[in-house]
């Protein structure tokens, strides 16, 4: 066996789980518009839509553990004298076990996280819509304004694409453009501050970061409604 034919299998897999990464987002959508329709949080439909992210997630983290667990094992083969190929096999199970078991628990999976929080989310905004019963119309240019303001991205200027909130300051900004300046700020070796005025967050790290597909899916609607008017 070749070292160098491992490679393309493990780009497979990395493939394999960005498909699953897109699919996990098409269920939360779909769920997200089952919500929309039955105002409610709890149906058959809903818990089998939560059951195939929990699989999803499964095969996602099996997938991750194996991965690192060959590229590991693979490395240190690298140092090490032709005989040790003959327990690659032996190591890389090894490994993948213990990966498996350091993280044992599914529903803490990133998506499986997000899928919850955004129902719940979902639910609360159409309930307190409900309650409100709002009988006066913004003034349309107000409208406008205030949707500039929720769903321009502080960096970009622009609306944003895939909104991530800050848990610390609760800012949102576009995902792609507050990674990569993340990433530009820790090469220089510097801080990225919350770029929205008057926010005293000086250090935003990627870890704070998460998904709203509820905001994502307004701005979706924004758009959609903007192109009809």
């Given at each position: 066996m070749s070292l160098s034919s491992i490679q393309p299998t493990l780009s497979t897999l990395k493939t394999c789980q960005v498909d699953i990464g897109t699919g996990m987002d098409i269920v939360s959508d779909v769920a997200l518009d089952l919500v929309e329709a039955q105002g409610t949080d709890d149906s058959p439909s809903l818990r089998k839509l939560e059951q195939m992210m929990l699989e999803c997630a499964t095969l996602d983290r099996e997938i991750n553990c194996f991965v690192e667990s060959v590229e590991q094992m693979t490395a240190r083969v690298r140092h090490e004298p032709p005989h040790a190929m003959f327990t690659l096999l032996d190591s890389v199970k090894d490994r993948f076990s213990e990966l498996m078991a350091e993280d044992a628990d599914i529903q803490?999976?990133?998506?499986?996280?997000?899928?919850?929080?955004?129902?719940?989310?979902?639910v609360s905004q159409g309930n307190q819509m409900a309650a409100a019963n709002v009988e006066e119309e913004l003034d349309e240019d107000i409208a406008v304004t205030q949707s500039q303001t929720n769903f321009t991205c502080p960096l970009t200027?622009?609306?944003?694409?895939?909104?991530v909130r800050n848990k610390k300051c609760q800012h949102y900004y576009d995902q792609e453009a507050a990674l990569a300046m993340i990433k530009t700020k820790h090469n220089n070796k510097k801080k990225f501050r919350c770029p929205v005025v008057g926010c005293g967050n000086m250090d935003v790290k990627q870890s704070d970061l998460e998904l709203d597909l509820v905001m994502k899916r307004m701005i979706q609607n924004h758009k959609r409604q903007s192109g009809k008017s």
């Open positions: 803490r999976h990133s998506k499986v996280v997000a899928f919850r929080d955004s129902i719940r989310k979902s200027q622009v609306e944003m694409v895939n909104p």
